[in-house]
């Protein structure tokens, strides 16, 4: 059953592909992109569920406004790796290779919109990892934070925190 | 193909998935990032981000070793802690001075180590003869100290005080609990210390007919601190040799309720050791490891607290085949730590260096420490536990 699923997903793409099926759910991607998946997978996009539950199964097609069709088919992807039981080491280093910081970022709002947490998890920690020996300069730009300390204080925070400092990457590697 | 860059606002991201991130962190990079804002600063300190980042932290990692080492060039007495994976991969990495607590006189000792927080004794002579004990707290990872607790006792110094350090999680509250002997009231009594307090709370006295060990030190887990003890005695004085096997016992102290219980060694456990066994906590189990007729390490292990029958024996390894045979008067083998099938073990005070063996298939190896005489040894984690209270 996992396999079947596997193997469909893999055809899957933009909205003609069987589109008579009522089984299927169509998302439709802020730039309207319509993307057929089985329910199995909406199941796991808590958001979307409780969509369709709501709506007592009427409704299969759901708007996913702030989510993009860049985006969306790798978030179909990881919850169909999760189905199928397959979400392994080797999957997920994979998975985050082919992803700049930037997508990793929307892919983090995308699984937090949709509420699909073991993506979520597995997004922060990658995010956690790529953050790690960053500058505070850096992680203040990446997450669009505003320094909000005084020359005076943050001098004084970074002199008793001085033994955390070592091992910091130089900035000017950033990817983005 | 994105959906659009026009604001990068939508990227600040709501406390809830900041806290979700962060939690990944080593403590040393969160420590670091307390720099990026007021907001960054007090929420790596939270409590409750504590306890959060505590549940994603790898556990067991390091050990915390009381040690006779070389820090800085002088021969000193010293609790640090290590990594386990280092230990075994760069045995001859010096101790750190900023990482390591360094006793003055030989009047501290480590009481125990919970979730990345050391409790330490500091005993303080007095010129009567006296001793005043109190304690203080110190995450070696953040590199904080607490200030010193109330003073707990007065004592003329022979007293024998246990102590043991643990966390009740009901209430998120760290406590001491010390056992020691009145021996004017003629009872055993049992104080309280909460970290953060300012006072030792009397919890209760028992006449009961046994006495704990000579091992000063409880083991914590499970919400108690536990003891070897024996029952059914006359009095709190003792010779080993005069005891019998089935007065043998742990006695458990409940931190939350305040209570404590008897539980019983395993079945298999006939001979008496000529030496006192020791009570451990390894990968999350009671331990109680003894030498057997002065030939063999033994090791079980409670796989279930207090559930007896889970009781299992898990090593059983001759001195021959460790490769050890400094077996002086007394037992000297002690475990550090267990992980997988791996079982580390320190010779005390007597030799520079550690014994890494496999149970299963026999393989042993020695690693040495260069200047490094342990004495005991606890599992430790990383974490960012604040010691209580913080000086100003």
């Given at each position: 059953?996992?396999?079947?699923?596997?193997?469909?997903?893999?055809?899957?793409?933009?909205?003609?592909?069987?589109?008579?099926?009522?089984?299927?759910?169509?998302?439709?991607?802020?730039?309207?992109?319509?993307?057929?998946?089985?329910?199995?997978?909406?199941?796991?996009?808590?958001?979307?569920?409780?969509?369709?539950?709501?709506?007592?199964?009427?409704?299969?097609?759901?708007?996913?406004?702030?989510?993009?069709?860049?985006?969306?088919?790798?978030?179909?992807?990881y919850?169909?790796?999760?189905?199928?039981?397959?979400?392994?080491?080797?999957?997920?280093?994979?998975?985050v290779?082919?992803l700049?910081?930037?997508?990793v970022k929307?892919l983090f709002l995308a699984a937090n919109?949709?509420?699909i947490?073991k993506l979520l998890d597995f997004l922060s920690q990658v995010i956690a990892?790529?953050?790690?020996?960053?500058?505070?300069?850096?992680?203040?730009?990446?997450?669009?934070?505003?320094?909000?300390?005084?020359?005076?204080?943050?001098?004084?925070?970074?002199?008793?925190?001085?033994?955390?400092?070592?091992?910091?990457?130089?900035?000017?590697?950033?990817?983005? | 193909?994105?959906?659009?860059?026009?604001?990068?606002?939508?990227?600040?991201?709501?406390?809830?998935?900041?806290?979700e991130i962060?939690?990944?962190?080593?403590?040393?990079?969160?420590?670091?990032?307390?720099?990026?804002?007021?907001?960054?600063?007090?929420?790596?300190?939270?409590?409750?981000?504590?306890?959060?980042?505590?549940?994603?932290?790898?556990?067991?990692?390091?050990?915390?070793?009381?040690?006779?080492?070389?820090?800085?060039?002088?021969?000193?007495?010293?609790?640090?802690?290590?990594?386990?994976?280092?230990?075994?991969?760069?045995?001859?990495?010096?101790?750190?001075?900023?990482?390591?607590?360094?006793?003055?006189?030989?009047?501290?000792?480590?009481?125990?180590?919970?979730?990345?927080?050391?409790?330490?004794?500091?005993?303080?002579?007095?010129?009567?003869?006296?001793?005043?004990?109190?304690?203080?707290?110190?995450?070696?990872?953040?590199?904080?100290?607490?200030?010193?607790?109330?003073?707990?006792?007065?004592?003329?110094?022979?007293?024998?005080?246990?102590?043991?350090?643990?966390?009740?999680?009901?209430?998120?509250?760290?406590?001491?609990?010390?056992?020691?002997?009145?021996?004017?009231?003629?009872?055993?009594?049992?104080?309280?210390?909460?970290?953060?307090?300012?006072?030792?709370?009397?919890?209760?006295?028992?006449?009961?007919?046994?006495?704990?060990?000579?091992?000063?030190?409880?083991?914590?887990?499970?919400?108690?601190?536990?003891?070897?003890?024996?029952?059914?005695?006359?009095?709190?004085?003792?010779?080993?040799?005069?005891?019998?096997?089935?007065?043998?016992?742990?006695?458990?102290?409940?931190?939350?309720?305040?209570?404590?219980?008897?539980?019983?060694?395993?079945?298999?456990?006939?001979?008496?050791?000529?030496?006192?066994?020791?009570?451990?906590?390894?990968?999350?189990?009671?331990?109680?490891?003894?030498?057997?007729?002065?030939?063999?390490?033994?090791?079980?292990?409670?796989?279930?607290?207090?559930?007896?029958?889970?009781?299992?024996?898990?090593?059983?390894?001759?001195?021959?085949?460790?490769?050890?045979?400094?077996?002086?008067?007394?037992?000297?083998?002690?475990?550090?730590?267990?992980?997988?099938?791996?079982?580390?073990?320190?010779?005390?005070?007597?030799?520079?260096?550690?014994?890494?063996?496999?149970?299963?298939?026999?393989?042993?190896?020695?690693?040495?420490?260069?200047?490094?005489?342990?004495?005991?040894?606890?599992?430790?984690?990383?974490?960012?536990?604040?010691?209580?209270?913080?000086?100003?």
């Amino acid at each position: 059953m996992a396999e079947e699923v596997s193997s469909q997903m893999n055809s899957l793409s933009i909205s003609e592909t069987n589109p008579s099926s009522s089984a299927t759910i169509s998302l439709v991607s802020g730039d309207d992109i319509v993307f057929k998946v089985e329910p199995t997978i909406a199941k796991e996009m808590e958001t979307v569920q409780s969509f369709i539950d709501e709506t007592d199964g009427k409704i299969t097609t759901i708007p996913l406004p702030n989510i993009s069709s860049h985006d969306l088919p790798y978030v179909i992807e990881y919850c169909e790796k999760s189905i199928a039981g397959k979400i392994t080491k080797e999957f997920e280093a994979e998975f985050v290779k082919k992803l700049n910081n930037e997508e990793v970022k929307e892919l983090f709002l995308a699984a937090n919109y949709l509420n699909i947490k073991k993506l979520l998890d597995f997004l922060s920690q990658v995010i956690a990892d790529r953050i790690a020996n960053k500058s505070v300069e850096y992680v203040r730009r990446y997450f669009g934070i505003e320094n909000d300390f005084t020359p005076e204080e943050e001098a004084k925070l970074r002199e008793e925190l001085a033994w955390t400092f070592t091992g910091v990457d130089p900035d000017d590697e950033d990817e983005n | 193909m994105h959906i659009s860059d026009e604001d990068d606002v939508s990227w600040i991201l709501t406390p809830d998935l900041i806290t979700e991130i962060l939690s990944w962190l080593p403590v040393k990079i969160l420590g670091r990032f307390r720099c990026v804002c007021k907001y960054w600063k007090l929420l790596i300190f939270e409590p409750t981000f504590a306890k959060l980042h505590h549940q994603r932290s790898p556990k067991h990692t390091h050990t915390l070793l009381t040690l006779f080492g070389v820090v800085n060039d002088s021969e000193t007495w010293v609790v640090a802690p290590h990594s386990v994976r280092r230990l075994l991969e760069h045995p001859s990495s010096p101790i750190k001075e900023e990482e390591c607590w360094r006793f003055k006189d030989e009047t501290y000792y480590a009481i125990g180590c919970v979730n990345g927080l050391v409790c330490l004794i500091d005993y303080e002579s007095q010129e009567d003869g006296k001793r005043k004990i109190c304690i203080r707290f110190w995450n070696p990872t953040l590199r904080l100290r607490s200030q010193k607790s109330p003073i707990l006792y007065e004592t003329p110094s022979d007293l024998c005080v246990h102590l043991g350090f643990g966390y009740d999680d009901s209430g998120d509250i760290y406590k001491v609990v010390t056992v020691f002997w009145d021996h004017t009231e003629e009872k055993w009594e049992v104080r309280v210390h909460c970290m953060g307090d300012n006072c030792w709370r009397k919890i209760l006295t028992y006449p009961d007919c046994s006495t704990l060990l000579g091992t000063l030190v409880g083991s914590f887990l499970n919400g108690s601190v536990n003891w070897l003890a024996l029952t059914n005695l006359n009095c709190p004085d003792y010779e080993l040799e005069d005891v019998i096997m089935d007065q043998l016992v742990i006695f458990s102290f409940d931190l939350r309720n305040e209570t404590y219980e008897f539980m019983s060694l395993p079945d298999g456990f006939g001979e008496k050791p000529p030496d006192e066994p020791a009570l451990d906590v390894l990968r999350d189990c009671l331990c109680l490891s003894y030498d057997h007729m002065k030939t063999h390490f033994v090791l079980w292990e409670m796989r279930e607290f207090g559930v007896h029958e889970s009781w299992t024996k898990i090593v059983n390894v001759s001195y021959v085949q460790l490769h050890f045979f400094d077996l002086m008067s007394e037992w000297l083998l002690f475990p550090v730590s267990l992980s997988g099938d791996l079982l580390l073990l320190a010779i005390k005070e007597t030799c520079d260096g550690v014994i890494l063996c496999n149970p299963i298939d026999g393989k042993v190896q020695h690693i040495e420490l260069p200047n490094c005489k342990i004495m005991y040894a606890e599992e430790h984690m990383q974490s960012l536990v604040l010691p209580r209270p913080l000086p100003h």
